[in-house]
């Protein structure tokens, strides 16, 4: 993923922002989207 910085918004609010990796290592909304988009690469950060 090459982007500066993500944000994550859930009902029209921000929820969550920061790198790919940072916002994978919190498991937050965005880790649960990216595992549902690929399941197999859930081990892979």
């Given at each position: 993923?090459?982007?500066d910085k993500i944000v994550v918004l859930h009902q029209g609010k921000l929820?969550?922002?920061g790198t790919h990796k940072r916002l994978?290592?919190?498991k937050?909304?965005?880790y649960d989207m990216w595992k549902q988009?690929?399941?197999?690469?859930?081990s892979v950060n």
């Open positions: 993923m090459n982007a929820v969550e922002e994978l290592s919190k937050g909304k965005y988009q690929f399941p197999m690469l859930e």
